[in-house]
């Protein structure tokens, strides 16, 4: 194919990352509206406003990474492009990927914004709470904020940068993203704190209180990505890194934060699953308990005192186990589904 002719193996690499990356955040943001117009009770709010503002932000800076690929030959180094006489194209590399780079933290911002507003909805009568929610909100933005300022202007005047001009002047660009990226992991490590003692001081079993726990500490996975990340992008000695590991990278950290901060979203998902899994199992069971009376009777048919009993046993086998079995599961689906409403776990805080 023409459009991929002098693509570099990471080129394509990224190129297919990025349209998977943009289905997992259409899915993933996509559900979490579905899931929110198949309940009634559950009122769209400013946690909904903020994951669709990220998410606009994000098929932005992949619609224009996306063209930068094609512009630059799959993101050609500048010092190749420009010793084919395509000087242009690399200046357009570089000014796409300055931009993606601001855009990239209030991305980040408006993702974490959406969470502590979930958090706000749901812990909204503790006080201590609400106060450090605000106080964590404010930093997020000062860091979102800052970060996107100052990465544009780690050269002076930033058109310097994709035009190639005193770039021995620039700041390093290197520094800034790890710099910046444990400040991130900070933040990320603070979110994920924040509803710990509200979750754990609810009028709930532990179990019901970790279930819920787990839900929210998922966004653990966020932190994992973000240090590969950083992993992955920091070079000790470099002070411009190469632009495609850097655009890969921090679209898989990107995504992976839409998808955490979703995932609290599904109950209807899950609670429907986690049904139609129960009456699959119940059917396999009754079926297998059907084969295996049949054969029981077959095999007792010459009226033996053990093939009389057979019967009974297997009924109170298919009894007996069969109901504390099916007690477990009703328990289990219980404890997955109490507290994730928005109501519930209100009602339980106001008791605390």
Not at 95 to 122: G, Q
Request: a positive charge; proline letters at 4%; glycine letters at 8%.
């Amino acid at each position: 194919m023409a459009g991929f002719d002098g693509w570099s193996e990471n080129a394509f690499h990224e190129f297919r990352t990025l349209v998977v990356r943009c289905a997992v955040v259409l899915v993933a943001v996509g559900l979490r509206f579905l899931c929110k117009l198949s309940r009634e009770e559950l009122r769209f709010g400013w946690d909904d406003f903020w994951i669709l503002a990220a998410a606009c932000l994000n098929y932005i800076v992949e619609g224009l990474l996306l063209w930068s690929l094609f512009q630059s030959h799959g993101g050609q180094p500048a010092a190749v492009l420009i010793s084919h006489g395509e000087r242009k194209a690399a200046e357009n590399f570089l000014l796409i990927s300055d931009v993606n780079s601001t855009l990239w933290h209030p991305c980040v911002m408006c993702i974490c914004f959406s969470i502590i507003c979930f958090y706000l909805r749901i812990f909204r009568l503790e006080s201590g709470f609400v106060r450090n929610s605000w106080i964590l909100f404010c930093l997020i933005g000062a860091w979102g904020i800052g970060s996107a300022i100052g990465g544009f202007l780690l050269c002076i005047p930033p058109s310097n940068f994709w035009k190639m001009k005193d770039l021995d002047k620039c700041g390093s660009y290197i520094v800034f993203v790890l710099a910046n990226g444990i400040l991130e992991i900070f933040i990320t490590i603070g979110i994920l704190a924040l509803p710990v003692r509200p979750v754990l001081k609810l009028s709930l079993s532990l179990r019901s209180r970790l279930s819920i726990l787990a839900i929210f500490l998922l966004g653990a996975f966020v932190i994992i990505s973000g240090i590969i990340r950083l992993a992955k992008v920091y070079k000790p000695g470099e002070k411009i890194p190469d632009y495609i590991v850097v655009h890969l990278w921090s679209g898989i950290h990107l995504t992976a934060a839409f998808v955490c901060a979703c995932l609290p979203m599904y109950r209807p998902v899950w609670t429907k699953t986690y049904a139609a899994s129960r009456t699959v199992v119940s059917y396999s069971r009754s079926l297998l308990r059907s084969s295996r009376s049949r054969s029981a009777l077959r095999s007792g048919g010459d009226g033996s005192p053990g093939a009389s009993t057979s019967p009974a046993r297997s009924a109170e086998s298919a009894g007996r186990p069969g109901k504390r079995s099916g007690d477990a599961m009703v328990h289990e689906y219980e404890l997955w589904t109490v507290g994730t409403d928005t109501d519930t776990v209100v009602h339980q805080t106001s008791r605390v």
